[in-house]
């Protein structure tokens, strides 16, 4: 296992501004870790950066207990999975192509993600004409048949009804289950609270707070924290003190 | 490697083409549009093949473009219709040594009506009348055998064509099937050849108006490529393609070949 | 105009068998040049497309640019390379169908990395984050984006092949119109225009239009299946 993770001081910069702006973050090793925070707080830009799909302009991410190990194994599921125009197999197959895996092995592996994710029976349909929360679901069998060590959820049900929400958490659970950390991205309290057991907020590039889910909802140290929630939570009542 | 596999595949694919088409022999042969297009060779190249095995290509190009080819040494012989310039083409050294084939004779062919009275026996008097009436005329200008006999004739009608042409004189920089489709087309004059008229299919309301007069006489040279400019000349196939031509065998081809009844050229070779 | 076309229509039922030479050949040689122009095209346009680096917009500005080379000019410039008295000449190829697909093949390779790159980059914009995301190499990538793409590219590699089948200017030149030997269909059809038979010249072009539609309706069958297939 090469977490914990420990981000120090992350700075990325998009179209001259600074998107991350010192981030500082220890990620432990099990669980999920909710990120929240209100549009353009660097939520996504922080997954992007762990997953190694932009560099950061100064700062480190450190693997493992001394922050010298290799990274994880990692996947990503996005809030729109891109398809390629092949069968919902040769999609999931994708994942396992920078592995060199034998071409019989990727077979079983690609055939038992999809099972696992409910979508067997597609195996050999268009990815493409798909519903959204089908097609969700073939990127979390891409992510099951790479067994991530880390697994990186950018918003994965925002697109999605209720009901399909609630098969894609299972699966999120499931995976959790299986030994995975998963770091997730919601604009969805309510999954949050389903779902995380510690929770980030970002403001402004930054770390506003981190903590336990249930602490940092009923009782938020920061006036960002606060400010957020409250758009989403009217009806609690906060500690006044602070 | 997918990519690998189809350039191998390609470049095989080419190779097939570009393989030699058949073992035998064959000869390249600059020759012009006249020759070609009237269809002599169609006729007599058969013959050549049947009588040696050897195969005779023909590119058919206007006299100057075919002297070119030859002076690149792109051919093994060449077969055209200009004495002056091919004699320029061997005193240069590109060619071992003319010799006289065949003549056809040149007409100038104009509109059913005649606009200009051109018609008769007497060239130089015919281009006098067209050009006073600024009728319409159509030049190959290509540098052809056929052009240059065309800008001889003006000359020793006594015009100058720089100062007299003006928009009735088209020069459209083509071979002799264009400049007959020009001047069907604008119902125009045109100097030909007879062979090319007779075998051109495209005629509107032109006629012949002008024959007969010996001016009109063209003659034809074959010359083979001299090796000693360009080594990988075929010398001796392209030796017996000359021979052959100016054989009985090869003068009586070209007598025998006709179109509707007409011979249209007329062996000369020295004996 | 009608006389003609009529008179065309009637030479369909009694032309010479040498037309079927003439479009076999026609076939050979713009098929292989379009194969070598998809050979060399289609990976440097994706090389292109997906590729970051100085002058890249210039490359691609050039490229487009070539994509309107006149034929008569390659066609002209191959005759210099492979005449006897051009850089080439020891190889002979000059008035052979293999200069034919030469000549073809320099006009239609840019035109296909052209359009290649165009589709694979807006491909690229769509897919390419996340293919990153799965650890693919640039390589692997590239596959992925061509497999995703292959029914576009299709299209172009059919317009490739409408832009070597139809050209008359490299193919005359660089093939010397030689009967038997390198007279293509737009040759033929350039001849007998010139001869003045022009039923028989529109004929020519009728019997042409019919091969490219074939060749059309082949690639539409191919991609129906495959559909079917793949999805």
Not at chain 3, 167 to 193: D, F, P, Q, W
Request: aromatic share 6%.
């Amino acid at each position: 296992m090469n977490l914990p993770l420990r981000i120090a001081g992350l700075v990325v910069e998009a179209g001259g501004r600074r998107v991350l702006d010192g981030i500082d973050l220890e990620i432990a090793t099990r669980g999920i870790t909710a990120v929240i925070g209100p549009n353009g707080a660097g939520k996504s830009t922080l997954l992007r950066a762990l997953d190694g799909l932009v560099a950061p302009s100064a700062g480190r991410i450190g693997h493992g207990r001394d922050g010298a190990g290799p990274p994880p194994r990692r996947a990503f599921v996005f809030q729109r999975t891109a398809l390629l125009r092949a069968s919902v197999a040769r999609n999931v197959a994708l994942a396992l192509e920078a592995e060199a895996v034998p071409a019989a092995e990727a077979r079983a592996r690609v055939a038992h993600a999809l099972a696992r994710v409910g979508l067997a029976d597609r195996a050999q349909d268009a990815a493409r004409r798909l519903s959204g929360g089908e097609q969700q679901r073939v990127a979390f069998a891409r992510a099951w048949a790479r067994a991530p060590e880390l697994l990186l959820l950018d918003e994965p049900t925002a697109s999605l009804d209720p009901a399909t929400t609630e098969e894609i958490e299972r699966l999120v659970v499931a995976l959790r289950d299986a030994g995975t950390k998963i770091l997730l991205v919601s604009h969805n309290l309510g999954q949050v609270g389903r779902l995380a057991e510690d929770v980030v907020v970002l403001a402004a590039g930054r770390v506003a707070e981190h903590g336990p889910v249930g602490t940092v909802f009923r009782r938020p140290a920061t006036q960002a924290a606060r400010a957020y929630l409250q758009g989403e939570l009217p009806w609690q009542s906060f500690d006044a003190s602070s | 490697m997918a990519i690998l596999r189809r350039l191998f595949l390609t470049a095989t694919l080419a190779a097939a083409i570009a393989a030699p088409a058949a073992a035998q022999q064959s000869i390249t042969v600059a020759s012009t549009t006249s020759t070609e297009q009237s269809g002599l060779f169609g006729h007599l190249l058969p013959a050549f093949r049947a009588a040696t095995g050897i195969e005779v290509k023909v590119v058919a190009l206007g006299t100057g473009q075919a002297l070119d080819v030859g002076r690149r040494g792109d051919a093994d012989v060449v077969f055209v219709h200009d004495q002056a310039a091919e004699e320029k083409f061997v005193a240069e050294g590109f060619g071992m040594k003319r010799i006289p084939v065949m003549y056809n004779d040149f007409v100038i062919v104009g509109p059913g009506d005649d606009p200009a009275k051109a018609a008769g026996k007497d060239t130089l008097e015919a281009l006098r009348k067209i050009a006073a009436a600024k009728a319409p005329f159509v030049s190959r200008g290509d540098k052809s055998g056929t052009h240059a006999a065309e800008l001889r004739y003006w000359q020793r009608a006594g015009l100058d064509l720089a100062a007299i042409r003006s928009d009735w004189y088209r020069e459209i920089g083509q071979g002799m099937g264009p400049a007959l489709n020009a001047s069907s087309a604008a119902n125009a004059y045109v100097l030909t050849d007879r062979a090319t008229w007779l075998a051109f299919r495209n005629r509107g309301q032109l006629r012949i108006l002008v024959e007969g007069d010996v001016r009109l006489f063209n003659q034809y040279g074959v010359i083979l490529v001299d090796p000693k400019r360009h080594p990988h000349v075929k010398t001796e196939a392209g030796q017996r393609f000359i021979d052959w031509l100016i054989s009985p065998a090869g003068q009586q081809g070209i007598a025998a070949y006709r179109i509707g009844g007409e011979q249209l050229f007329f062996p000369n070779a020295p004996r | 105009m009608l006389a003609t076309l009529s008179e065309a229509i009637a030479l369909l039922s009694s032309l010479d068998p040498s037309v079927a030479g003439i479009a076999a050949l026609s076939l050979r040689v713009s098929l292989a040049a379009t194969a070598i122009g998809c050979a060399i095209g289609i990976p440097a346009g994706a090389f292109l497309a997906i590729a970051r680096f100085p002058g890249r917009g210039a490359a691609i500005v050039a490229l487009n640019a070539l994509m309107g080379l006149p034929a008569v000019v390659v066609g002209l410039v191959i005759y210099l390379a492979l005449s006897r008295s051009g850089p080439l000449g020891h190889l002979g190829l000059l008035f052979t169908p293999a200069a034919m697909v030469a000549a073809q093949a320099v006009l239609v390779t840019p035109l296909v990395a052209a359009l290649s790159r165009q589709i694979v980059e807006d491909a690229d914009a769509e897919l390419g984050e996340q293919l990153r995301s799965l650890g693919l190499s640039a390589w692997r990538r590239v596959r992925a984006l061509l497999l995703d793409v292959r029914f576009s590219l299709a299209v172009a590699v059919l317009a490739a092949f409408g832009r070597a089948i139809a050209e008359v200017g490299a193919v005359l030149v660089v093939g010397g119109n030689i009967a038997g030997h390198t007279r293509t269909m737009t040759t033929a059809i350039s001849l007998e225009t010139q001869k003045g038979d022009l039923a028989l010249a529109l004929a020519l072009g009728i019997v042409l239009l019919g091969l490219v539609l074939v060749v059309n309706a082949a690639a539409a069958a191919l991609r129906a299946h495959a559909l079917r297939r793949h999805g």
